[in-house]
């Protein structure tokens, strides 16, 4: 629970700090400035940096960013991604929580520990996963869900993302990746339709950067540990 930002490198220190001047920006350029979305962008954004350096702070702001994003996603009507962030992001960044704090690196006690994925994991993944996703798919479809076939993939995708973040595996930051492609689709469609949602899809672009380098830097640090 060591303050993450004394541990950040120069070259994180110009990721966030640019990440957040993009999102600023965009938002502050936008038509009708979304408060609560340059809020829950920033938040966001920290919560990736602190994750790159495996510190638990990342879990906790995400356990704020996800009831933000399940407002905004509320006001557009995208329940699929209102349900994905509060009924599964948020509890699952509260037991990521438990789990990385109890699990530091034997290294540096400030990093989480990475863990390597057994056959045992693998199989359950697969195995919830596909329950996860045809269970979404039907209660998508009766809330009348714009979007649906995105908006279900986008499920997927987030499960995988936030088990394998419980699960302390470098191979998080990939699935988020692909999350945020479905998403930059999502709010795409969405800002079609009202450009208000631009800002959203320059954000989820700036988080898709910032997960990939958050994989690279897990990869390193597994390497290390190993």
Not at 45 to 58: E, P, Q, R
Request: charged share 10%.
């Amino acid at each position: 629970m060591n303050n993450p930002i004394k541990s950040l490198s120069r070259k994180e220190w110009l990721i966030w700090i640019s990440s957040l001047i993009i999102v600023s920006i965009s938002n502050v350029l936008s038509r009708d400035v979304d408060w609560l979305t340059l809020i829950a962008s920033m938040i966001g954004v920290t919560s990736l940096v602190f994750a790159a350096k495996g510190n638990v702070w990342a879990q906790i702001l995400m356990i704020i960013f996800s009831i933000l994003y399940g407002i905004i996603s509320f006001q557009f009507r995208y329940w699929g991604e209102m349900i994905t962030y509060l009924g599964m992001t948020l509890p699952m960044a509260v037991w990521s929580t438990i789990t990385w704090i109890k699990n530091p690196s034997k290294d540096n006690k400030s990093e989480v520990a990475i863990q390597k994925l057994c056959r045992k994991h693998r199989i359950l993944l697969v195995f919830f996963g596909v329950i996860v996703t045809g269970g979404f798919y039907f209660i998508l479809q009766a809330l009348n869900t714009p979007n649906i076939i995105f908006s279900t993939i986008s499920i997927t995708t987030s499960f995988f993302a936030a088990s394998l973040t419980m699960l302390r595996s470098s191979y998080y930051a990939l699935w988020y990746a692909a999350n945020d492609i479905v998403l930059i689709v999502l709010w795409v469609l969405a800002s079609i339709e009202n450009p208000v949602y631009i800002p959203v899809v320059i954000n989820f672009a700036i988080f898709l950067f910032n997960d990939m380098y958050g994989f690279v830097s897990w990869k390193k640090r597994e390497s290390k540990q190993a």
